[in-house]
């Protein structure tokens, strides 16, 4: 049974089964942006996982959720990978410096568009506004740093070239008239980052030393305006320091450090006569308070000496007002009314993530944030909560989305109330004017920082997108138009909660599976879409958190389960599908659990491939039912999500399979059916692969999304590239799927879906310069089809902009040349070879033509040159009575026969 849905919660789900709208029209919100069906709020909902089990476990959910992080990137004792992902965020962040300092990457046109969602917005972690207060900037959990206009429009993206995500951000301005506003941005795995060209380049501060976490980001409002980083420290172990910068967030340097140990927060006053030089700490139960922008600190009120933890925010209308919550055994709130001199207990929270906010102009305002927002105008007296979590699927505008990552309050001239809140949320960006109370959606248009776990695109309609996401439910999108910046594209959520390893028999939407922890969600229908099942995992079975769920790939209708043992689950009735036993093998024998992966060969269905997790192979011959070991051990799989197994589509005996590559190889590959399996690595980092798949072109080629980005094998070469091109956003990449021969669709962690173009082999090459002809006319070659040496195909050299009525010929040779020649560019160095004459024909000064099918010619054998690994470069040569020379030239064409 779920954990947090009754049976009659679900027998409720599925007598409300969503009958969703066609792919041309799917539902609208209130203000007609497309966002969620209003069939969800309508039935019982599948909570968003962080909180599925109820607010009163949420301290241990987190807390197991951590231990499966760490287990996700599974390495031996010895292996950081945290510092290898770092190496590898850092590698591609210098890469992308040195392009932009070059200028090659604007020399390039993209192969990356993104899709989206345009409206479904994933986990903002902070917010900020810029200084003359015109515009919102607001970071994300893996998505950058974004830029909108005051009000919530226009976002744009900032930080595609940062790794890491944002979770503090300050902004100054710009150090010279119409400079542009220079980004300070903190993370957890780089310590602090800035740009000061939005975001093109990034440059790491000098002085911070021994950084391990960022508890505070401010700027003194001084003439120097001093960048001030109060953050925890590996100085003498877990120790608070100051660091402060003068120059612009250039350099550091330590202005202070605690004597003792523990974690600590501190706040800066935001506005007032305080604001320049004050800063209150909150450090091992006890208040400290500098007055000299922390060179030196009091100690004041002390609350709870036996306080592991603390935050501390204020209220400048006070004198001030400071709130302090303290960690012990729980979380208490307290606040003073003196500035720290003393304090009173007022509150015990019960779903508290330490995120506290006071209002600028009311001491008496003050709100804390968990799973959901709560709000005090009494001083913290009682609270009440903004609204339950589930409200947000009935009102999205005006309600907050679950699992609050921040709360932030700042002087505001356009605001009526003088200050704005921006509520920072696993959904997105709220704003409110009204000191915290009644907070707007502003991540409804265009802000693309959506966590994918997964993507199913129909076969036969490559811009119909069905995605599973982190809080954001199972979502349904009809690709649109790629824009200039941002994403192009609104999707429909159908259902909350989180949805992975989509799939569906014959790759339509006909009927498509996917789990959600705990069930099985099943849709039939693509055009008119309903969500029919909801079919609990066996219980009692054993299975990772998100277990992969696999489509028959006989039975469209049918579905197999990756457990301790394989379960195949067959419709038996409208909405109801019950589980057997497809193989009585014990995936749980020994040191195992559960099948991590399982995956059948396209063209021989009885060929199948699993892993468990203790990182054993299997492979069958029979459909899943029977059960070989193979020698050698796979990648291990990753936390909740299992491993990747993708089969060669025209070759049953070959598969490979991906995970956690940190301390042996992160893809291996096998080609006899699964006995054995051998490394894939060449040019691959040491990475976490989340998914694979073969190309659809016939190459053989593979693509992989991984946590280092986006790659792909070239089985040619036998060796991995990096795809990003470093256009694609630094984020973690967790699905990809080869939707045709030309398009691969990738969904991201933290920046939402996006497709790559796969790039076309260069048929044929223009270069030089051709000559202006007496009628001022610009001759242009150009060509249609490919070089062959063989079949009846065509490849035809043409010529436009030619003078009407003219003699002319093409002739080649197979070195390219820059001379001049007759007042023009001779583009085909000697020795070279004419074709035959021919007349432009047309009308008009320029209205003449040419073309001359060289496939033909080479196929005719009167040039033996003309061979397979021929380099030809040609030029086409006329006549032009009015011209000195009494001759033109066209630019020329470089091809190479096959």
Same mark, same amino acid.
């Given at each position: 049974?779920?954990?947090?849905?009754?049976?009659?919660?679900?027998?409720?789900?599925?007598?409300?089964?969503?009958?969703?709208?066609?792919?041309?029209a799917?539902s609208?919100?209130?203000?007609?942006?497309?966002?969620?069906?209003?069939?969800?709020?309508?039935?019982?909902?599948p909570?968003?996982?962080?909180?599925?089990?109820?607010e009163?476990?949420?301290?241990?959910?987190?807390?197991?959720?951590?231990?499966?992080?760490?287990?996700?990137?599974?390495?031996?004792?010895?292996?950081?990978?945290?510092?290898?992902?770092?190496?590898?965020?850092?590698?591609?962040?210098?890469?992308r410096?040195?392009?932009?300092?070059?200028?090659?990457?604007?020399?390039?046109?993209?192969?990356?568009?993104?899709?989206?969602?345009?409206?479904?917005?994933?986990?903002?972690?902070?917010?900020?506004?810029?200084?003359?207060?015109?515009?919102?900037?607001?970071?994300?959990?893996?998505?950058?740093?974004?830029?909108?206009?005051?009000?919530?429009?226009?976002?744009?993206?900032?930080?595609?070239?940062?790794?890491?995500?944002?979770?503090?951000?300050?902004?100054?301005?710009?150090?010279?008239?119409?400079?542009?506003?220079?980004?300070?941005?903190?993370?957890?795995?780089?310590?602090?980052?800035?740009?000061?060209?939005?975001?093109?380049?990034?440059?790491?501060?000098?002085?911070?030393?021994?950084?391990?976490s960022?508890?505070?980001?401010?700027?003194?409002?001084?003439?120097?305006?001093?960048?001030?980083?109060?953050?925890?420290?590996?100085?003498?172990?877990?120790?608070?320091?100051?660091?402060?910068?003068?120059?612009?967030?250039?350099?550091?340097?330590?202005?202070?450090?605690?004597?003792?140990?523990?974690?600590?927060?501190?706040?800066?006053?935001?506005?007032?006569?305080?604001?320049?030089?004050?800063?209150?700490?909150?450090?091992?139960?006890?208040?400290?308070?500098?007055?000299?922008?922390?060179?030196?600190?009091?100690?004041?009120?002390?609350?709870?000496?036996a306080a592991s933890?603390?935050?501390?925010?204020?209220?400048?209308?006070?004198?001030?007002?400071?709130?302090?919550?303290?960690? %012990? $055994?729980?979380?208490? &709130?307290?606040r003073?009314? /003196?500035? #720290?001199?003393?304090?009173? *207990?007022?509150? +015990? =929270?019960?779903?508290?993530?330490?995120?506290?906010?006071?209002?600028?102009?009311?001491?008496q305002?003050?709100?804390?944030?968990?799973?959901?927002?709560?709000?005090?105008?009494?001083?913290?007296?009682?609270?009440?909560?903004?609204?339950?979590?589930?409200?947000?699927?009935?009102?999205?505008?005006n309600k907050?989305?679950?699992?609050?990552?921040?709360?932030?309050?700042?002087?505001?001239?356009?605001?009526?109330?003088?200050?704005?809140?921006?509520?920072?949320?696993?959904?997105?960006?709220?704003?409110?004017?009204?000191?915290?109370?009644?907070?707007?959606?502003?991540?409804?248009t265009?802000?693309?920082?959506?966590q994918?776990?997964?993507?199913?695109?129909?076969?036969? %309609? $490559?811009?119909?997108? &069905?995605?599973?996401?982190? /809080?954001? #439910?199972?979502?349904?999108? *009809?690709?649109? +138009? =790629?824009?200039?910046?941002?994403?192009?594209t609104?999707?429909?959520?159908?259902?909350?909660?989180?949805?992975?390893?989509?799939?569906?028999?014959?790759?339509?939407?006909?009927?498509?599976?996917?789990?959600?922890?705990?069930?099985?969600?099943?849709?039939?229908?693509?055009?008119n879409?309903?969500?029919?099942?909801?079919?609990?995992?066996?219980?009692?079975?054993?299975?990772?958190?998100?277990?992969?769920?696999?489509?028959?790939?006989?039975?469209?209708?049918?579905?197999?389960l990756?457990?301790?043992?394989?379960?195949?689950?067959?419709?038996?009735?409208?909405?109801?599908?019950?589980?057997?036993?497809?193989?009585?093998?014990?995936f749980?024998?020994?040191?195992?659990?559960?099948?991590t992966?399982?995956?059948?060969?396209?063209? /021989?269905?009885?060929?199948?491939?699993?892993?468990?997790?203790?990182?054993?192979?299997?492979?069958?011959?029979?459909?899943?039912?029977?059960?070989?070991?193979?020698?050698?051990?796979?990648?291990?799989?990753?936390?909740?999500?299992?491993?990747?197994?993708?089969?060669?589509?025209?070759?049953?005996?070959?598969?490979?399979?991906?995970?956690?590559?940190?301390?042996?190889?992160?893809?291996?590959?096998?080609?006899?059916?699964?006995?054995?399996?051998?490394?894939?690595?060449?040019?691959?980092?040491?990475?976490?692969?989340?998914?694979?798949?073969?190309?659809?072109?016939?190459?053989?080629?593979?693509?992989?999304?991984?946590?280092?980005?986006?790659w792909?094998?070239?089985?040619?070469?036998?060796?991995?590239?990096?795809?990003?091109?470093?256009?694609?956003?630094?984020?973690?990449?967790?699905?990809?799927?080869?939707?045709?021969?030309?398009?691969?669709?990738?969904?991201?962690?933290?920046?939402?879906?996006?497709?790559?173009?796969?790039?076309?082999?260069?048929?044929?090459?223009?270069?030089?310069?051709?000559?202006?002809?007496?009628?001022?006319?610009?001759?242009?070659?150009?060509?249609?089809?490919?070089?062959a040496?063989?079949?009846t195909?065509?490849?035809?050299?043409?010529?436009?902009?030619?003078?009407?009525?003219?003699?002319?010929?093409?002739?080649?040779?197979?070195?390219?040349?820059?001379?001049?020649?007759?007042?023009?560019?001779?583009?085909?160095?000697?020795?070279?070879?004419r074709?035959?004459?021919?007349?432009?024909?047309?009308?008009?000064a320029?209205?003449?033509?040419y073309?001359?099918?060289f496939?033909?010619?080479?196929?005719?054998?009167?040039?033996?040159?003309?061979?397979?690994?021929?380099?030809?470069?040609?030029?086409?040569?006329?006549?032009?009575?009015?011209?000195?020379?009494?001759?033109?030239?066209?630019?020329?064409?470089?091809?190479?026969?096959?």
């Open positions: 049974m779920l954990a947090g849905m009754g049976r009659a919660q679900l027998l409720l789900i599925l007598a409300l089964a969503c009958a969703c709208t066609p792919e041309a799917p609208s919100a209130s203000d007609g942006r497309l966002l969620i069906d209003p069939a969800i709020a309508a039935r019982s909902l909570a968003p996982t962080e909180h599925r089990l109820g009163g476990n949420e301290a241990e959910n987190k807390a197991a959720r951590k231990r499966w992080f760490a287990q996700l990137h599974r390495a031996a004792p010895d292996v950081d990978w945290k510092a290898i992902e770092l190496a590898n965020g850092m590698a591609e962040m210098e890469r410096n040195s392009l932009a300092a070059s200028g090659a990457s604007l020399l390039v046109a993209s192969p990356w568009s993104e899709v989206g969602s345009r409206n479904q917005a994933g986990r903002m972690m902070c917010a900020t506004l810029s200084p003359d207060g015109t515009r919102v900037y607001a970071g994300a959990a893996l998505g950058g740093v974004w830029r909108a206009n005051h009000g919530g429009s226009g976002w744009t993206p900032l930080g595609d070239n940062l790794y890491g995500g944002v979770s503090e951000l300050v902004v100054l301005p710009g150090e010279t008239s119409g400079a542009p506003d220079i980004l300070v941005c903190a993370n957890s795995s780089l310590g602090l980052r800035v740009t000061r060209d939005l975001g093109q380049t990034w440059e790491t501060p000098s002085g911070l030393l021994g950084l391990t960022v508890r505070e980001l401010r700027v003194l409002a001084n003439a120097q305006r001093t960048v001030v980083v109060w953050a925890q420290t590996n100085l003498g172990g877990n120790v608070p320091a100051l660091f402060v910068s003068n120059d612009m967030a250039r350099t550091f340097t330590k202005r202070f450090q605690m004597t003792t140990t523990g974690n600590s927060d501190a706040w800066v006053p935001r506005t007032g006569p305080l604001a320049a030089s004050t800063i209150f700490v909150a450090h091992r139960g006890q208040v400290f308070r500098s007055s000299d922008a922390g060179f030196t600190f009091t100690p004041l009120a002390a609350i709870d000496a933890d603390a935050t501390i925010t204020g209220s400048e209308a006070g004198a001030p007002t400071l709130y302090i919550a303290l960690s %012990n $055994s729980g979380w208490k &709130l307290y003073s009314d /003196d500035a #720290g001199a003393s304090a009173a *207990l007022i509150h +015990t =929270p019960a779903d508290y993530w330490s995120e506290l906010c006071a209002s600028v102009t009311n001491p305002v003050v709100l804390y944030g968990g799973v959901e927002a709560f709000r005090s105008t009494n001083g913290g007296a009682s609270f009440s909560k903004l609204n339950n979590w589930g409200d947000y699927y009935g009102d999205p505008l907050l989305h679950a699992d609050t990552m921040g709360i932030y309050a700042w002087p505001d001239a356009q605001s009526t109330s003088g200050e704005s809140f921006f509520f920072c949320m696993d959904g997105g960006i709220w704003r409110s004017s009204a000191l915290g109370a009644t907070p707007v959606n502003w991540s409804m265009g802000l693309g920082v959506g994918y776990y997964s993507t199913l695109t129909s076969a036969t %309609n $490559s811009n119909l997108v &069905l995605a599973g996401a982190q /809080d954001q #439910g199972y979502q349904r999108g *009809l690709v649109q +138009t =790629p824009l200039p910046a941002g994403p192009s609104n999707f429909t959520q159908l259902i909350s909660g989180d949805y992975g390893h989509l799939c569906s028999k014959d790759g339509t939407h006909a009927t498509v599976f996917s789990n959600y922890p705990g069930f099985t969600l099943v849709q039939e229908g693509q055009s879409p309903s969500l029919t099942g909801y079919v609990d995992f066996p219980t009692g079975s054993s299975h990772l958190w998100l277990p992969p769920v696999v489509a028959s790939p006989l039975v469209a209708t049918s579905y197999f990756c457990a301790e043992k394989l379960y195949r689950f067959d419709k038996t009735a409208p909405g109801t599908w019950a589980p057997t036993f497809h193989s009585t093998h014990d749980a024998a020994g040191t195992a659990n559960y099948l992966a399982l995956a059948f060969a396209p063209l /021989d269905p009885q060929r199948a491939y699993a892993a468990d997790d203790v990182g054993r192979m299997w492979w069958s011959s029979n459909q899943g039912v029977s059960w070989t070991q193979a020698s050698g051990n796979a990648p291990n799989e990753h936390y909740f999500y299992g491993n990747a197994i993708a089969v060669h589509p025209t070759d049953p005996l070959e598969a490979v399979i991906g995970g956690s590559g940190y301390s042996t190889a992160g893809v291996r590959r096998t080609l006899d059916g699964g006995q054995s399996w051998s490394a894939l690595t060449n040019g691959l980092p040491s990475t976490m692969v989340y998914d694979v798949a073969y190309a659809k072109d016939g190459s053989g080629d593979l693509y992989a999304a991984c946590e280092s980005g986006p792909r094998f070239d089985r040619a070469a036998l060796a991995w590239t990096s795809i990003s091109s470093g256009l694609a956003p630094i984020t973690l990449y967790w699905s990809v799927e080869c939707v045709n021969a030309e398009l691969v669709r990738f969904g991201t962690y933290g920046r939402g879906i996006w497709d790559y173009r796969v790039p076309q082999p260069v048929v044929a090459q223009v270069y030089c310069t051709a000559k202006v002809s007496s009628a001022l006319c610009l001759p242009s070659i150009g060509f249609s089809g490919v070089p040496t063989g079949g195909a065509s490849f035809l050299v043409t010529a436009s902009e030619i003078l009407a009525a003219r003699s002319g010929l093409l002739f080649y040779g197979f070195q390219p040349h820059a001379g001049a020649y007759q007042g023009g560019t001779l583009c085909v160095r000697a020795p070279v070879t074709t035959g004459i021919q007349n432009s024909g047309g009308s008009g320029c209205g003449g033509t073309s001359f099918d496939n033909a010619r080479v196929r005719s054998g009167v040039d033996p040159a003309l061979a397979s690994g021929a380099n030809v470069h040609c030029q086409y040569w006329y006549r032009d009575p009015q011209d000195p020379y009494s001759t033109g030239l066209s630019d020329a064409l470089q091809f190479t026969l096959p």
